[in-house]
């Protein structure tokens, strides 16, 4: 699967902003586009048509920072989603994808995850969302049905969005899946623009796109989101129903993995926590 060129994010935005909303009068007049044409667009960004037609169609070369910052403007794009187009507008018109070696933790990450004991679920995640390692904890609050063990073995090592796309128990673990689940593609679409030649992640996408169509509608809406805080809203098989919330530590050392680290968000939940972890401690 070929991952996202900025033609094609570039017509999906657009045609998410109304003529109204960009201060356009229609006078009534019938649309035949569900949000702003072409022409319309180049004016409001003080480009010309022909040259904004040519970069939907991959044909204008790079892009200048200021040219994007505009489109960016009229397209009423986020700091997340100008970042995704300035990711875009520097692809290579004619890229091959390349496979990456296999993602390894960084010992000082590895360090830090040992620093949190079992008192504080974490999971280390790697670029595609691959479980790099986890604690117990961790791995009994996210995971429990899979070998503990797997993060160490590549061939078994587990995949998030894989999991949340095309494992029932994951699924029925998130009261809010359908939220999580968007994230999800959001931030996977963000990697994707950040690096794309990536094999192994267009793989991936592919993959989903054509096995889950919870995956493939989510990912048909265009959007991109950055993952670092958020809330999760579990039913566990073990303890019931659990209230976190996530952030991220992001690793210096290796830019790409992520510290994961999930903090209770009521008395509940943190005496759930605590009975997972004293679980964790007895079983290793």
Known sequence: MELESLGAYLRSRRDRVTPAGAGLRTYGTVRRVPGLRREELAQLAGVSAGYYTR??????????????DALAGVLQ??????AHLHNLARQPATSRLVRPR???????????????????????????????????TGHALVAEHVDFDAPRDLARRPSIP??????????????NWAEMARTHVAYLRLTAGRYPTDARLAELIGELAMRSR???????????????VGGMRLHHSTVGAVDVDYQVWLQPDSPDHRLEVYTPNDSASADALRLLSDQ????Q
Do not use: I
């Not at 970069?55 to 994007?68: D, F, I, N, P």
């Not at 390894?104 to 679920?121: F, N």
């Not at 894989?162 to 699924?171: E, H, Q």
């Open 102 to 136: 296999p993602e390894r933790p960084h010992p000082r990450v590895l360090a830090l995850l040992a620093s949190l004991e079992e008192t504080t679920p974490a999971v280390v995640l790697g670029r595609r969302g691959d479980v790099l390692a986890w604690n117990r």
């Open 280 to 283: 964790a401690a007895a079983g």
């Open 77 to 82: 794009l986020g700091p997340v989603e100008t």
């Open 55 to 68: 970069l939907e169609q991959g044909q204008a070369g790079t892009a200048s920072r200021q040219v994007l």
């Open 162 to 175: 894989r999991m949340f796309f095309l494992d029932s128990l994951t699924r029925e673990l998130h009261r």
């Open 214 to 228: 919870d995956f493939a509608a989510l990912w048909a809406k265009g959007d991109v989101e950055e993952c670092t």
